[in-house]
C-alpha cells in the first residue's frame, strides 16, 4: 500500500493547531481547521454559518497576521478551509490524515477521538498534539484498527520554525505507519524525529522544563539575578539570545508552570520530581497576568520613557516591582568571551571559581545527571535526547553533547566530589574504558549504547550528506582558511564556505577560480553549499564589507574595480563551466551571497527557511559582483522565444525595486514570487537534506546530456527607464518614503539595470551591465555618505538612513 497525504485535518485552531494547518498548507496540502461552535451564540445567530464558525474563523485570522508569518507566503492559505465540529464533522471522512489539537483534557481528547471513529476512512491516520496525556488512556474502548493507526505526533510552538516532532508510538500503532510518518515529518514537512516514549511530557519538554526550574530554583538559592542566569545561560553555553528567562517569557509563564505541574503530578516515583517545583514568586507573577510576551510584562518588560526611548526591566523576584538592569560582569563570563571554541567557553563558566560559575555549574550538573537517569524510561538513546534539545530548545549542544565538550570523566570527578549522585551507566561507561558519549569512527558518528555498552552507529537519512563526516573521513581534496573543496561523491564536489557568516572574501573568489579548474579536470559537477549552524543560519550574509571599506578609506578605488572584476569574472566562468553547478542556499542569503546563487549555478535548490536579497543599497551602494545583471536574466528568462513584443517595463519595475528597496524574502516560497527562484529551482522543506538533493540534481543534469549555457545578447529597457524611475523617484521623495541620498543611489541602480544609454528594447553584451556595475559600485564608495552608512552598519550591524 502507497500511503499518500492528499488532504489533512487539524482540530483545534488555537496556537498550536493554526501553526501545524499553516505548515501543513505551505507544505501543498489541502487542510481542513476545525474548531467548537461557540458557546454563547445568541438565538438568530445559531443559523448563521459566520457566527457558527466564529472561533475557527479568529483561529485563521490569528495565522494570517501572526508575526513572524506561520505560512511561508500568504496565497498559502488558499488551502485551508475551516469549518465547525458540528456542521462540518463529516469531512472528516475525506482526510488521510487527521490531527487533533484540542484542550489538555483527557475526557474531552477521549470524546472526540470516539467521534471520529466511525466517521474517519479505513487506513486514515490520527494523531494527537497532546504533551502530557497518555496515548493508551485516550484510545480507551477505540477498535483495534483505530489504534493500529493512532499515534502522537508532538510539534514545538512555533511549528513553522522549530525544528523537532516528537513521534510517540501507540501499543498498537503499525510499524509501517510509524515509519510513514517517520519519513513524511522528515522528508515533507522538514522536522527532525525524535522517538519518544508515552511518557509524561515526552523528551524535549522533560528534559527541558526540568533544566529550567530546576534553575530557577537554584538562582534564588544562591542569590543570582535573572539577568546574571540569563548571561550564563545564552550564547556562552550554546544557547539561544534568549536564553532561560526570556525563552520563558516567550513560551508564556503559564503554559511552562502547567507543561511543570503536569509532569510532577505524573511522574511520583521521579527521583528529581520536586525539580519540577515552579518558585512560590513565579505562581504569583501568574495571579497577576504577568505572562511574558503575551502580556506584555513577565520576567522582563519594556517601557517607553516621554522621548520615546526604550527602557528595558527585569522583574525582582522579591517584590515583583521591574526595574531597569545594567550589564552583567562576572569573572567566568570574561573567560568564556576569551574562549575561541564553545567547549572551552563552556569549561571556563562550570569550572570557574566565581559565584556564576558556581551556580552554573550546579545547574548544568543537575540536567546532565537528570537526561543520563531519564534512559531508558522517555528515550532509548542519547541521540533523541540530544535531537530533542537542540531542535526543540535550539541548543547548539544537547546534554550528552554538553557532556562530552566539558569532559566526562573531569566532569564526573567534580560531580562526585560536590556530593551528586552519578548515574550507574555513567560510571559503567567510563570504567569500560568509555571516555565519551559520541566518537567518529571512519568519518561515521557513533553514540554510546547503555545496554549494550558499547558504541552503536547514529543513524540518519540516506538522502542526508554530512560534510563533517566526509572531511572526517579525509575527503577534502582542496582547502584554505575561507572555503574548502570536498568530493560528496560520483565525482561530485561541494564548495563549501566557512568565513564568519560565511561572508565572501577575496580568498573565496580565488578559491573558486582554483575549484573551477579542479572539477573541470577531475569532477562530473559541483554543489555550492555549506552546513553552518544557527537558526536560520547563513548560506553567505554578502561580502567583506569591512575589507572594501579599509580599500576605499586609503582611496584605493582601483584595487576596488580590480576585485570586483576578478568576482564578476568568477562567477561568469562558474555560469558557463562545462559542467553543472547547483546552489544549495538556506538562511540568510545576502549580497554577494546572493549573487552567488543568482550568477554561478544552473539551478538552486534552496531551504524552505530563505531569507535572500541584493540588500547592499542599506550600506550605499549596488550589487557589483553581478547581482545586476543576473537578477535581471533571471527575470526575463521565462519569456519564450516566438514572443517577440514584450512590454519590459513590467519586468524592469520589479527588478528595479527589489535592488532600491533591498527586498529580502521570508521564504524560499517568497524568493521565487520575487523573481529570485525560477520555476526550475527547487524547495526542500529539511534543510539537512540540502546538499544530497542539490547532488542529485547535479547527477540529474549529467545523465541528461549537460551542455553549458550559451552566452547571448541580452534584452534591457535601455533609456525608457530612466524618465519612468525618476518620476517615481521624485514622488517617492517628496512623500519623504525615501532620502535625497537614496534617490541618488536608485537612479545609478536603474541606469545600471537597464542596460545604460540604450536604446529600449536593445540586445547588449552581459559585459555591459557588468561594467556598468563596476563603475557605479567604485563611484559609491567615493561618497562621504555611503562610507558613514557602511561605518553605521560595521559599529552597529544596523542600518543608517542619511
Not at 485551508?80 to 471522512?93: K, Q, T, V
Not at 573521513?473 to 564568519?500: P, Q, W
Not at 576578478?566 to 562567477?571: I, L, V
Not at 553547478?581 to 549580497?591: E, I
Request: glycine share 8%; proline share 4%; hydrophobic share 45%.
Amino acid at each position: 500500500m502507497t500511503r499518500k497525504i492528499r488532504r489533512a485535518a487539524v482540530i483545534g485552531s488555537g496556537v498550536m493547531g493554526g501553526g501545524i494547518a499553516a505548515l501543513l498548507a505551505s507544505a501543498g496540502v489541502k487542510t481542513l481547521l476545525l474548531d467548537i461552535v461557540p458557546f454563547d451564540l445568541k438565538q438568530e445567530e445559531k443559523s448563521n454559518p459566520a457566527a457558527r464558525n466564529k472561533i475557527v474563523k479568529a483561529g485563521l485570522d490569528s495565522v494570517l497576521t501572526s508575526r513572524p508569518a506561520l505560512l511561508m507566503q500568504p496565497k498559502d492559505a488558499d488551502l485551508i478551509s475551516i469549518g465547525n465540529l458540528e456542521d462540518d464533522f463529516d469531512r472528516l471522512a475525506d482526510c488521510d490524515w487527521i490531527v487533533e489539537v484540542v484542550i489538555e483534557n483527557l475526557s474531552v481528547k477521549q470524546d472526540l477521538l470516539k467521534r471520529i471513529e466511525p466517521v474517519r476512512k479505513s487506513g486514515s491516520i490520527i494523531s494527537s498534539n497532546t504533551s502530557g496525556i497518555p496515548l493508551k488512556s485516550m484510545s480507551e474502548g477505540l477498535s483495534d484498527e483505530f489504534k493500529q493507526h493512532f499515534l502522537g505526533t508532538h510539534f514545538f510552538n512555533p511549528v513553522r520554525y522549530m525544528k523537532l516532532l516528537e513521534i510517540i508510538p501507540g501499543e498498537e500503532t503499525l510499524p509501517d505507519v510509524l515509519a510513514f510518518m517517520a519519513d513524511y515529518g522528515e522528508r515533507v514537512l522538514g522536522k527532525g524525529i525524535v522517538w519518544a516514549k508515552d511518557t509524561p511530557n515526552f523528551v524535549g519538554n522533560r528534559i527541558g522544563v526540568q533544566g529550567m526550574v530546576k534553575t530557577m530554583q537554584l538562582m534564588l538559592e544562591d542569590g543570582m539575578t535573572i539577568p546574571e542566569v540569563d548571561a550564563l545561560f545564552g550564547p556562552a553555553m550554546g544557547r539561544p539570545k534568549t536564553a532561560m528567562f526570556k525563552t520563558a517569557d516567550l513560551v508564556g509563564l503559564d503554559t511552562l508552570c502547567h507543561v511543570a505541574k503536569n509532569t510532577y503530578d505524573l511522574v511520583p516515583d521521579d527521583e528529581a520530581r520536586d525539580d519540577f517545583v515552579m518558585p512560590d514568586f513565579v505562581a504569583k507573577m501568574i495571579k497577576r497576568k504577568m505572562l511574558g510576551k503575551k502580556t506584555n510584562a513577565g520576567f522582563y518588560k519594556t517601557d517607553l520613557t516621554p522621548e520615546w526611548e526604550k527602557i528595558r526591566m527585569v522583574i525582582n523576584p522579591e517584590t515583583l516591582a521591574h526595574a531597569e538592569y545594567g550589564k552583567v560582569k562576572l569573572p567566568c563570563l570574561a573567560d568564556a568571551k576569551a574562549a575561541k571554541s564553545l567547549p572551552e567557553k563552556m569549561k571556563a563558566i562550570v569550572f570557574g571559581d566565581d559565584k556564576g560559575a558556581r551556580f552554573a555549574w550546579k545547574a548544568v550538573a543537575a540536567n546532565l545527571i537528570y537526561a543520563a537517569n531519564r534512559i531508558p524510561e522517555i528515550s532509548e538513546t542519547v541521540v533523541e535526547i540530544d535531537n530533542a534539545m537542540r531542535w526543540g530548545f535550539n541548543f547548539e549542544l544537547g546534554p550528552f553533547e554538553t557532556w562530552d565538550a566539558i569532559g566526562v570523566k573531569a566532569s564526573v570527578a567534580k560531580m562526585q566530589a560536590d556530593g551528586f549522585t552519578v548515574p550507574e551507566s555513567v560510571k559503567s561507561m567510563l570504567a569500560g574504558g568509555k571516555a565519551s558519549f559520541y566518537r567518529m569512527e571512519s568519518g561515521k558518528l557513533y553514540f554510546y549504547d547503555f545496554p549494550t555498552g558499547s558504541y552503536q552507529p547514529v543513524k540518519t537519512s540516506q538522502n542526508i550528506i554530512s560534510l563533517a563526516g566526509l572531511k572526517a573521513e579525509n575527503r577534502t581534496v582542496r582547502t584554505c582558511k575561507s572555503a574548502s573543496m570536498v568530493d560528496i561523491g560520483d565525482d561530485v564536489y561541494c564548495l563549501e564556505f566557512h568565513t564568519k557568516m560565511n561572508a565572501i572574501n577575496g580568498e573565496i573568489v580565488d578559491f573558486m577560480a582554483e575549484s573551477l579548474d579542479y572539477v573541470d579536470a577531475n569532477g562530473a559537477g559541483m554543489v555550492i553549499g555549506n552546513q553552518a549552524g544557527g537558526m536560520p543560519g547563513a548560506f553567505s550574509a554578502g561580502g567583506d564589507l569591512a575589507f572594501m571599506a579599509g580599500l576605499a578609506k586609503e582611496g584605493k578605488y582601483a584595487e576596488i574595480d580590480a576585485f570586483l572584476k576578478k568576482a564578476q569574472t568568477g562567477m561568469q566562468e562558474v555560469r558557463y563551466a562545462s559542467f553543472p553547478v547547483v546552489a544549495a542556499p538556506y538562511g540568510m542569503t545576502l549580497g554577494g551571497g546572493c549573487e552567488v546563487c543568482l550568477g554561478a549555478a544552473d539551478k538552486i535548490v534552496a531551504h524552505s527557511e530563505l531569507y535572500m536579497g541584493l540588500v547592499e543599497i542599506g550600506v550605499g551602494l549596488l550589487p557589483g559582483g553581478g547581482g545586476c545583471l543576473n537578477l535581471w536574466k533571471k527575470m526575463i528568462s521565462t519569456i519564450p522565444g516566438p514572443v517577440a513584443d514584450v512590454d519590459l517595463a513590467k519586468f524592469f519595475i520589479p527588478t528595479f525595486m527589489a535592488i532600491a528597496m533591498a527586498k529580502v524574502s521570508m521564504s524560499a516560497a517568497e524568493a521565487r514570487f520575487n523573481g529570485f527562484l525560477g520555476p526550475r529551482d527547487r524547495i526542500v522543506f529539511n534543510r539537512d537534506y540540502l546538499i544530497g538533493e542539490a547532488k542529485k540534481e547535479v547527477l540529474n543534469m549529467v545523465d541528461q546530456g549537460y551542455a553549458p549555457p550559451v552566452k547571448r545578447p541580452i534584452r534591457v529597457l535601455g533609456n525608457a527607464a530612466q524618465g519612468m524611475i525618476d518620476a517615481e523617484l521624485f514622488n517617492m521623495q517628496s512623500a519623504k518614503f525615501i532620502s535625497e541620498y537614496d534617490a541618488f543611489l536608485a537612479k545609478r541602480i536603474a541606469y545600471v539595470v537597464s542596460g545604460g544609454d540604450v536604446r529600449a528594447n536593445s540586445a547588449i553584451d552581459e559585459t555591459v551591465i557588468l561594467n556598468l556595475e563596476r563603475e557605479a559600485f567604485v563611484d559609491f564608495w567615493k561618497q562621504e555618505k555611503t562610507l558613514a552608512r557602511v561605518e553605521h552598519m560595521l559599529k552597529t550591524g544596523k542600518p543608517l538612513r542619511n
